[in-house]
């Protein structure tokens, strides 16, 4: 996981099964420690592999005191000096989550709260639920989308937003110092008009000519499924509001994700390997080994006093041609055939 090394603080995407409750962590390459030279934000980048169509969550572990040692770090960072750790100050958090370029959701993190991992995997908005996920990448030809009269609704979607466009491929997390403040849980909200879902990479479609990156999934929301109603008494007490916020982030997490055919022409990953091994040969056995069996068997009635009742076994199973079996067999007479058969054995002494 992409950590920052001064405060301790990481980020993580997992892939998540639909079918369990599993997730599995994305693998990362190519970790880099970077500072904005205009913001001043120290970021953390990282490159993993995408998928065409998976939903993912999101990870963050960052102490209340990460943005003080990150001060301390850029004010006399080069002197030596080092106070000890009851001198930090705490903060509060805002994380700012960007899917492809596009704000879909944040989070709030409370100084006095217990130090520990927030993960969040979805948004909920308009009473309904969308997750986080990977979804193929649509890329249209202008001119064959106008010949085919597709509708005005259709049209609007290509995106030709710059920003989103060169954002593609990227996934980010900002961490903005604020002040939070305990208010007062209003009982009655005002009603509001129907708003529009926020609209992702996902639900766009990008002219080919304008694709800066090479890409085949989009990093945005699923379809939206519709929350079901709850009955519950109304809520009272307080909640934490955002009363102040500084304009830029402190800390950034990006993840450049890519395909795995670009990770390996880029060299990122080693190419596969094509070809059989020794763990993947299989070896196939002889039409008439059921015959050689049989034959060897009626040799082995003749040779009682001599013969081992494993020869014929092992035989069969290194037909493939190891030379080290039946070595006591082929000594007796170095020149008869391995699986040759007399065609009368000698059977004297068994009557």
Known sequence: MPTNAVSGASCTISILDPSSTI???CTEYLQESLKDPETGAYQEVVTIESTQSSP?????????????LLAKRAGNGHSGSRKPYRSLKLYDYT???FLDGVYVTGMICNRCRKPGPETISEVIENNTVRSFQFAPLKLVDPDSHLDNHQDTASASKI???????ESLGTIEVRVHKCHLSLREIKTKRK??????LTMTSSDMSFLESSKQVRLSSTAGLSEPALLEPVSSPKAKGKRYVIKSEEENPFLQFIFKYRPRSILIAEGIIPTPTIGNTEDTAIIIGSD????????????????????KGNGCERGSKKRAGNDDAGVAAETSDPKRSRFEVDEKPDITGLT
């Open 191 to 196: 009603k509001r008009k129907e708003d529009e």
């Open 23 to 25: 997730s599995m962590p």
């Open 95 to 97: 994380y700012d989550i």
């Open 288 to 307: 008439h080994e059921g015959e050689v069996k049989e034959e060897d068997q009626d040799d082995e009635m003749g040779n009682v006093g001599g013969g």
């Open 159 to 165: 995106c030709e937003d710059s920003k989103i466009i």
């Open 56 to 68: 993912f969550e999101i990870t963050v572990d960052i102490h209340p005191t990460a943005y003080d």
